[in-house]
C-alpha cells in the first residue's frame, strides 16, 4: 500500500488557506452579488421599491425597499471588511437571503411551466444561505463570539 499524498499536501493548504489576501477576495466573492445588488436599487429607487411591491406586496414599499438596501450594502459592508463584526454581515446576508428566496422562489405555488426554474433557484439560494452561515460561524469563532 502506497501513503497517502494528503499529509504532504496539507501544510502547503493550511498555509494557502491563511493568507489574509485569499481570506479577502473569498469575502469579496461572496458578497459581490449583494453589494452590486443594492447599489443598483440604490442607483433606482423607484424601480427597487416596485419590485419589493411585486415580489412581496409589503407596504409601504419605499420603507422595504429602504431596509433591504441597508442589509445589501451594510452586510456586504461587514463581511468584506472582515474582523470581529463580520459575522453580523454574514448573518445579516444570510437572513435576507431566506426571506427573499420564500417570497421570490416559492416554487411549490408557481405555475407548472416555472416550477422547474424556480426549484433550482430555490436551492442555489439554499446553498448561499450556508455559505454564509459557514462565514458567520468561521468570523465568529475567529473574533471570539463562539467556541467549537
Known sequence: MSASPLPAVQPAVETLLGRSWLALLARIA???????????????????????????????????????????????????????????GAVALAGFTAIATLFAHAFWVKPAAERVLHQNIFFEHVSIIGGLALLAILAARSSGKARP
Open 30 to 88: 461572496v458578497a459581490l452579488p449583494f453589494l452590486l445588488s443594492g447599489l443598483a436599487k440604490l442607483a433606482d429607487f423607484g424601480g427597487a421599491t416596485i419590485e419589493v411591491r411585486g415580489l412581496t406586496g409589503l407596504e409601504p414599499a419605499a420603507l422595504f425597499a429602504v431596509l433591504v438596501i441597508a442589509t445589501q450594502l451594510g452586510g456586504s459592508a461587514l463581511l468584506i471588511a472582515g474582523g470581529r463584526h463580520a459575522w453580523i
